[in-house]
């Protein structure tokens, strides 16, 4: 069995199981977490890259023939309840890759290109809890001090893509 046959990696990742129990031995123990380094190596984020296209069309170009970008990103109305309070206007700045532009990126240097859309309820505690992620962010941490006293946890939503875009096999 070739582990980079196509046909097994389908059938290993069909559902989780497999990967599931694998990663329950894992559980519990000391040191750093795989998945953590890996997340943390992975720092050339794509909306930090002053020349988007330029930047996309040198992942391209160093890919295999048939080789695979995966690229996580937020979308316009990301925790648009959270930055609300703020004021955050979001019209005033550059464009960057997000949800609703990285497509139309990738599909200038890639064959196939899919967008995979997430979005769900994230729950802040409190106003500390808010104050804290406002001013964990790069560009944005100034309003932190803004966040007006509310009662009760703040609903907020998540909105993101996860796009998956193939080289050309030759």
């Known amino acids: 069995m070739r582990l980079d046959d196509p046909d097994v990696v389908r059938r290993e990742y069909a559902n989780e199981r497999g990967l599931s129990a694998r990663a329950a031995v894992y559980r519990g123990v000391a040191g750093p977490d795989a998945r953590d380094l890996a997340l943390e190596a992975v720092r050339w984020m794509l909306y930090h890259v002053p020349d988007l ?12 023939p048939a080789g695979r970008l995966v690229a996580a990103t937020n979308g316009l109305r990301h925790l648009g309840e959270l930055w609300s309070l703020v004021g955050r206007d979001r019209a005033s700045e550059p464009p960057r890759f997000l ?14 290109v899919e967008r995979r859309d997430l ?42 893509a996860i796009f998956v875009a193939d080289k050309a096999a030759a």
């Open 53 to 64: 296209d330029r930047g996309v069309a040198e992942l391209a170009r160093v890919l295999r």
């Open 99 to 112: 949800a609703e532009t990285g497509g139309d990126v990738l599909e200038r240097h890639f064959a196939r």
């Open 119 to 160: 979005g769900s309820p994230i729950t802040f505690a409190a106003v500390e809890a808010v104050r804290c992620y406002i001013a964990s962010s790069v560009a944005h941490k100034q309003l932190a001090e803004r966040v007006p006293h509310f009662d009760g946890p703040l609903r907020a939503t998540r909105v993101a």
